[in-house]
């Protein structure tokens, strides 16, 4: 999920005393609802699991008993980081320096609750500031499905690869203990993971048993072209309806064999064959692959770009101190 680049500078509009803060609950699910009703946003989808996350902090900001923001922050890394996560702020509401007030109030809040956190990571699409480190980028490549004949489309695309003399490889679906084989192997992490972090939808983690344990809670496609000498590795989010009703699946793609990435886009794809209507792709690649991507999947695959065309994401880690001390 993005998170923005907050400005360390004197916020507008508003003071800590014109809002309430408090703990999300299940009744204020509408309300926070309808902070994303303009936007293509996954948190209508995941709001009921965050609530029952284990050392997750889903905070809300309220104005006149109205919902005007909220965030999240997910102790993570063996309890060292807090994953930020979540941060929305009302439409009528942005500009006025909202974000950062909840930011900060967050922040303090994992202080308390957490004095054993001592960082702070999350993903963002905009500007980094001073006082932070730039682990890594990817790059997000949106796509919309103009047919939903899944199964066709890949077998055309499988045969057209080898018309064109491209490698094939027959991806394989990781099991949990393939999944710990393979991220929490050196070479995977030094030379696929970026950063050496693991990336998905928005959440960003260090390649750890504990890590893991939490992921394979979640509904994800794990895919890899073979498991020895691994040339690509992905986790697919399970697709969820966004508030305009589309279908939206998210793929994080680790690795840099353009063959093998491809191979296993094509897996994910595989997932999809049971769903009906409009169906969005998100799907993040290692930069170096970005324009090869794009045009195997507009001009081989046929595929129409997204709302949004290619897009850069950075994964920022920082100090809470220093932050709170900034905002």
Known sequence: MDWPGLRMCPTRGFSELDLDFCLATEEDFEEVQSLSNDERHYMPSIYHSWLRERNRVVVLAKRHCGVVGMSSAHIVNDGQ??????????????????????H?????????????????CYLTQHEYFKGFCVLSKQCMIFLRFPSINVPALISEAIGNMRKSGDEYYEAISLQPDDVRSIFLNRTVIDTMLPGGRIIQRGSVFKP????????????????????????AVSVGTAPYRDPVGNCVFIIDMFGKDLPAVKS????QLQSLSHLQGDVTCRLSVNPSLSSQMWEFCTKKMGLEKGKQNLKNSYVIEGGIFQTIARL
């Open 81 to 102: 980081t807090a994953l930020m996560e979540g941060l929305q702020v009302a439409a009528s509401e942005r500009g006025k320096g909202l974000a950062r007030l909840i």
């Open 208 to 231: 750890l048993e504990s890590n893991l344990d939490i992921l394979l809670k979640r509904d994800i496609v794990w895919r890899a072209d073979r498991m020895g000498n691994t040339g």
């Open 104 to 120: 900060k109030h967050i922040l303090e809040r994992v202080r308390a609750r957490y004095p054993e956190v001592k960082s702070q």
């Open 264 to 267: 296993v886009f094509l897996s």
